[in-house]
Structure formats: structure tokens, C-alpha cells
């Protein structure tokens, strides 16, 4: 199998209001997104095709079919209010989670109209920012998406092993073992996976998972040193292998069977990812 995946922009506002909400209970739920004026986004769609290479072409699909056919449903959004402008979101809350829902929808449909391509959709990924998108994938049905959210953590850290005798620590982590330790500002992805609730438009409150990292992680690690300052890693050598999982081991009580994935940036070269497997 190969994979193809292609990116197309568009720019739009959108607004979070459920009428069958009180005032306060959209206050509550939605916070700043509930304004009548709406507020706006450089959204950045991204995706991908599975498929077989054709033998004449040497492609899963014609690139240049493809972004058609992802312009032509992303300029359905394209300078709108989407709220007001898309006949779709009249009645349904534009959340990150149900655009990339109705997008993996209308994009399906499409390419199901090709004639002869040898090709499936695989995966929907809509950026509403740098540090938070969506995701849901071919035949998931409109309920299910996976949100990630990124946090950003300053701390300093030593990589030794009490297991290693003083040379092999320092032949085996280099500078890293630098007895005053060095430091990193570390990039964290936190990704929940549920259904959409169709009251909100989301799979979670992210109010709350954002104070939930806040208290259980950001709070925790945030200018300390990890070696020196956390309970965590006072015996644990905090490589990123064994950052992320401790992160998971303090997410995993607090986000339950909605916890999919942790993934931490140590550098733009180093990055780090954990399931709970």
C-alpha cells in the first residue's frame, strides 16, 4: 500500500452556540467562541489517499485531480462565516471535529465519483491552528475523531543511569551527561480520541483537558529540573522515551479510555511518541 497525502488552505470564522443552551451553559461550555461576530482561523486541511501506484502514471491518483477536488470542497469555506455561509452548519456546531467530519464526508463522496481510481481515502487531518487539530479516518462514521491539543514546557535535565558505571554513562549519552545537567523547551501533543457529542460538537471540553495538562504535567515540570526537583525522575533516568511515559502514567487516571496518544518534541530532530502499549 501507498500512501499519498496533499495539503490545501482556507480562511474562515466560525461561532460556537447551541440554542437549545442557555446563555450561561453556552458561556460555560464554549467560553470566548460563543461571540455573535464569530472569530477566525487559517485552517489547513491535510489528506491522505492509500492505494496501489498505477503502472502508467506511477501514481496512486493524479495530483492535480486530487487538489481539485480539494479545493472545490474547501472553497465551500473559503472567506465565510461558516455559520452563517455553509447550508451544512446552519443546525451543526463548527468544531474542529465536525468540519473534519463533514470534510472526510464530501471528500469521500468525490473521490467516489472517479471513475476507475484504485485508490481509498485513509485519513482527514484539519489543523485549526498550529497547536490543536482533528482527525478522523475512512469508515469511522461521523461520530468519531481524535483532537490533539500541543503544550509547551521548559525544563532541564541530566541523562545518567545509576546502572552504568561513570564511563559508560558518559560514552553512551555524550554531553547529555553533563553533571549540571542542559535543558530543552519541550513541545508536548496530548491526543484524545471519542465520539462527537452532537450538543457540543466536541469529543471533549477542551477547557478541561487544557487544565487538566495544566495541573498534571505543565505544573509539574515547568522550569524545574527533572532530575533535581520531580518525584518522577529522581530514580528515572528522563530520556524522552521515559518522559512520555510518565506523562501518559499522570494523564491516564485523569482522561480515562479517551487518552489516545503522547507525543513530546525534546528538539525539531528528537521526537517521542507513546500509546499506552
Not at 447551541?18 to 446563555?23: K, L, R
Not at 487559517?42 to 489517499?49: A, I, M, Q
Not at 497547536?131 to 468519531?144: N, Q
Amino acid at each position: 500500500m501507498y500512501y499519498l497525502t496533499r495539503l490545501v488552505e482556507f480562511e474562515a470564522s466560525h461561532r460556537y452556540w447551541n440554542p437549545a443552551f442557555s446563555d450561561e451553559e453556552n458561556r460555560r461550555t464554549f467560553g470566548k467562541c460563543v461571540s455573535p461576530y464569530g472569530h477566525g482561523h487559517n485552517y489547513v486541511l491535510r489528506v491522505t489517499l492509500g492505494g496501489q501506484v498505477e503502472p502508467d502514471t506511477g501514481m496512486v491518483m493524479n495530483i492535480k485531480e486530487l487538489d481539485r477536488i480539494l479545493k472545490e470542497v474547501s472553497g465551500e469555506f473559503d472567506h465565510t462565516f461558516i455559520n452563517f455561509d455553509h447550508p451544512a452548519f446552519q443546525a451543526r456546531i463548527p468544531t474542529t471535529e465536525n468540519l473534519a467530519s463533514f470534510l472526510r464526508d464530501r471528500i469521500e463522496d468525490k473521490l467516489h465519483a472517479q471513475e476507475g481510481g484504485g485508490y481509498v481515502l485513509s485519513r482527514v487531518t484539519l489543523y485549526e491552528e498550529p497547536t490543536l487539530w482533528a482527525d478522523v479516518f475512512s469508515g469511522e462514521g461521523r461520530t468519531m475523531a481524535s483532537l490533539t491539543k500541543t503544550f509547551g514546557f521548559s525544563a532541564a535535565h541530566r541523562l545518567h543511569s545509576a546502572a552504568l558505571s561513570v564511563e559508560e554513562n558518559r560514552a553512551v549519552f555524550g554531553k547529555c551527561n553533563n553533571l549540571h545537567g542542559h535543558g530543552h523547551n519541550y513541545e508536548l501533543e496530548v491526543t484524545v480520541r471519542g465520539a462527537i457529542d452532537p450538543r457540543t460538537g466536541m469529543i471533549m471540553d477542551l477547557g478541561v483537558l487544557m487544565q487538566t495538562v495544566q495541573d498534571a504535567v505543565i505544573d509539574r515540570f515547568d522550569h524545574k529540573h527533572l532530575n533535581e526537583d520531580t518525584a518522577e525522575f529522581h530514580t528515572l533516568n528522563p530520556t524522552g522515551e521515559n518522559i512520555v511515559k510518565v506523562i501518559w502514567d499522570l494523564l491516564k487516571p485523569r482522561l480515562g479510555a479517551s487518552l489516545t496518544r503522547v507525543g513530546l518534541w525534546e528538539t525539531p530532530k528528537n521526537f517521542f511518541e507513546y500509546y499506552g502499549e
